[in-house]
């Protein structure tokens, strides 16, 4: 199984953002899916996550400001990040809970770091 997270990049305070994960290999099926984002000498943090039935969670510093969904057709999850801020600069990673014939487990994709300027 394979993450491929795009959408990354260089912004204004203010502006928006659109990233995307998508899941690809030998799925069954996805359980949830989640973005975690991590800075320089700091823990990796869930930001937001979706079950694969539409329930979402979110991060207290980015409700109302990030809206996470899923494509369970695309096997994909969606990350809009509206109204950002100098402090949502990190490297973003997303995260899926998939079952694979027999068994299953966790999978991180590579990253996509998003600066945000003041």
């Known amino acids: 199984v394979q993450l491929q997270a795009s959408g990354g990049g260089l912004v204004q305070a203010g502006a928006s953002r659109r990233l995307s994960c998508a899941a690809s290999g030998s799925i069954f099926s996805i359980n949830a899916m989640a973005w975690y984002r991590q800075g320089p000498g700091k823990q990796r943090e869930l930001v937001a996550g979706?079950?694969?039935?539409?329930?979402?969670n979110y991060a207290d510093s980015v409700k109302g400001r990030f809206t996470i969904t899923i494509d369970n057709a695309k096997n994909t999850v969606y990350l809009q990040m509206n109204s950002l801020k100098p402090e949502d600069t990190d490297v973003y990673y997303c995260?899926?809970?998939?079952?694979?014939?027999?068994?299953?487990?966790?999978?991180w994709g590579q990253g996509t770091q998003v600066t945000v300027s003041s």
């Open positions: 995260r899926a809970h998939v079952r694979v014939t027999g068994t299953s487990g966790d999978y």
């Open positions: 979706v079950t694969s039935g539409g329930l979402t």
